[in-house]
């Protein structure tokens, strides 16, 4: 099988996160009745007229930025012009050719080396209604209808299946960091498509251009681009030649599957609408754009890992946004976040995964969990304490000390009594004595496990250690 270079580039529409929609003040909502959140502009009454949300143009210049576009000054909107049920009024509005960004980039990292992703162009548009087929019949659901997109559109620069994915993981966490959009793949606020083609050598010009549309999660954009590279190799090693067409991929067969062949290209007739007038955009909206960007994903990541936590728990953390914002209102405070970050991601979580509960919504405010570091790092309250606590520290207001008097989870810190238990522990365990003075460091592990399992994990661990190598090395 010949080895031929795969061109990939990437479409994702997302859907911002607006309280009403782009042109009416319908509601900008999902799950609800279907055709409940509509209104005569959703509907393509002959007569209505547009109106511009500016939430959507504000969310747009926001992601413009991250995304590192060129923001273009002086805009329009189009009429894309097509027949389709779920398009009442015969035409889409868009910005076919004065996007709102253009010229931008995402920087991906591939097993350790650095590439930028480059965008052609990010525009704004309005969605169509959703189209549900059953046996003979279509059935439309017009809430959809009006809520504000925006589509991005990379160079075909994209050169594999794991750079694609890369990609979309890179741009879902920079708009959901900045509340553009809640990215909900499974919910249809975020739908890729991707162009696929294939050649032999860099010099070559494009092969034949395939779309893959409406892939329903980042895996499957990897497996239907791996698919779709795998199909036209097989054509193209067989001397076969084939259209440019329209493909799905389907969940079932694990494959794509032909959707329609492109025999010309389309024309939809566009041209500015004419019943919005031109945008510009000024220096000072841009600038207030700017103030509303939170600290991004990359930019956290390196203020954990100054602040003493690794890389790994760091990384964790940016993938649950609830925790990474909450340790966020600590940053200035004088704790160990080692520790910090431990707690979070270790009994805490599971405390919030169990009680299906936000850490919002939890006694544990920020002086409390200040508190409760403290106590973990200086060993008054050890990971069995904890484990004994949690429940309480998580739903009452009383203090963390006031819950340890309360519980009596007090640690053993008499010097004297631990003292006893690690001569003991050290009596009883001869061989694994002489295997710590003959240099293997499991023995010292052993023996400080026999010291906690004879406390019942009650005594202070870091005095309970010093006192053991003091022990053994006397």
Not at 35 to 59: F, I
Not at 254 to 267: A, F, I, P, S, Y
Not at 327 to 344: H, P, Q, R
Request: charged share 30%.
């Amino acid at each position: 099988m010949t080895n031929y270079i795969p061109t990939i580039g990437v479409e994702v529409h997302v859907e911002l996160k607006t309280k009403t929609k782009i042109f009416s003040n319908s509601i900008n909502g999902y799950g609800q009745m279907a055709n409940s959140l509509t209104n005569v502009v959703d509907l393509g009454y002959p007569g209505t007229l547009p109106t511009v949300n500016e939430e959507v143009l504000n969310l747009a210049m926001k992601a413009a930025i991250v995304l590192n576009c060129k923001i273009r000054r002086q805009m329009h909107f189009d009429r894309k012009n097509y027949f389709y049920p779920d398009n009442p009024k015969n035409f889409q509005i868009t910005q076919a050719r004065t996007p709102i960004g253009y010229d931008g980039y995402v920087e991906i990292d591939v097993n350790g080396t650095k590439k930028k992703i480059y965008i052609e162009e990010m525009h704004i548009e309005e969605d169509t209604c959703k189209s549900t087929h059953r046996q003979d019949k279509t059935l439309l659901d017009f809430n959809r209808a009006g809520v504000p997109l925006i589509e991005i559109v990379t160079k075909p620069c994209i050169e594999s299946s794991e750079e694609a994915k890369k990609y979309l993981e890179k741009l879902k966490e920079l708009l959901y960091y900045c509340d553009i959009s809640d990215c909900k793949m499974e919910e249809g606020s975020m739908r890729a498509d991707a162009n696929v083609s294939l050649r032999k050598n860099e010099t070559d010009p494009l092969g034949t251009k395939v779309e893959i549309k409406n892939i329903g999660s980042i895996s499957n954009v990897g497996v239907s681009i791996e698919k779709e590279i795998l199909r036209q190799t097989k054509l193209l090693d067989n001397g076969e030649k084939f259209k440019e067409q329209t493909r799905r991929y389907d969940d079932k067969l694990g494959d794509t599957v032909l959707m329609r062949v492109k025999e010309t290209g389309n024309d939809y007739r566009y041209f500015p609408e004419p019943d919005i007038p031109f945008i510009y955009v000024t220096d000072d909206m841009i600038e207030q754009v700017k103030k509303t960007i939170p600290m991004l994903p990359e930019e956290r990541i390196n203020k954990y890992i100054e602040k003493g936590i690794s890389e790994i728990n760091a990384v964790k953390l940016i993938q649950n946004r609830s925790l990474s914002d909450y340790i966020n209102e600590c940053l200035e405070e004088n704790i160990n976040f080692k520790v910090g970050a431990n707690l979070l991601l270790g009994d805490i979580s599971a405390y919030l995964n169990k009680e299906e509960k936000n850490i919002k919504d939890t006694a544990l405010h920020k002086t409390r969990f200040i508190e409760l570091v403290n106590l973990v790092s200086d060993g008054t309250i050890t990971s069995k304490n904890l484990k004994d606590i949690l429940q309480t520290v998580m739903e009452k207001e009383e203090s963390i000390k006031e819950i340890i008097a309360t519980t009596g989870v007090q640690n053993i810190t008499d010097d004297s009594m631990i003292k006893e238990v690690v001569k003991k522990i050290i009596l009883e365990n001869p061989q694994s004595v002489n295997d710590y003075k003959e240099g293997h460091d499991r023995a010292i592990k052993y023996l400080m496990g026999q010291v906690m399992k004879e406390t019942k994990g009650a005594v202070n661990p870091k005095m309970a250690m010093d006192i053991l190598i003091n022990e053994l090395n006397s």
